[in-house]
Nanobody, 126 residues
């Protein structure tokens, strides 16, 4: 059974940093693209960042480019989202997701991802 468990969220002030973690069990993160999505109150869930199965390529939503960094540690079977220079508009529940096809390409479409975590709340105060 595949499980993705996010952690690291919290309440911070604008300009602060947070690092989210997504610990996977029942499935390696090594051979599958991974992504982070977020959903703000009253809004649809949106793509934040993705990383290729090899870890060699990363992709970001324009609003987080230069501030967020996605990475993974295959030895720990964990994916991270380092979030710097946080803004109030980054406030959302952040979800980790994994595609089900080995060696597939990362995507910004949530329908392409089969496995999801339960989410972790990030709140940025002004």
């Amino acid at each position: 059974q595949v499980q993705l468990v996010e952690s690291g969220g919290g309440l911070v002030q604008a300009g602060s940093s947070l690092r989210l973690s997504c610990a996977a069990s029942g499935r390696t993160v090594s051979f599958y693209p991974m992504a982070w999505f977020r959903q703000a109150p009253g809004k649809e869930r949106e793509f934040v960042a993705s990383i290729s199965w090899s870890g060699g390529s990363t992709y970001y939503q324009d609003s987080v480019k230069g501030r967020f960094i996605i990475s993974k540690d295959s030895a720990k079977n964990t994916v991270y989202l380092q979030m710097n220079s946080l803004k109030p508009e980054d406030t959302a529940v952040y979800y980790c997701a994994q595609r089900s096809v080995r060696f597939s390409s990362p995507s910004d479409g949530q329908d392409e991802y089969t496995y999801w975590g339960q989410g972790t709340q990030v709140t940025v105060s002004s």
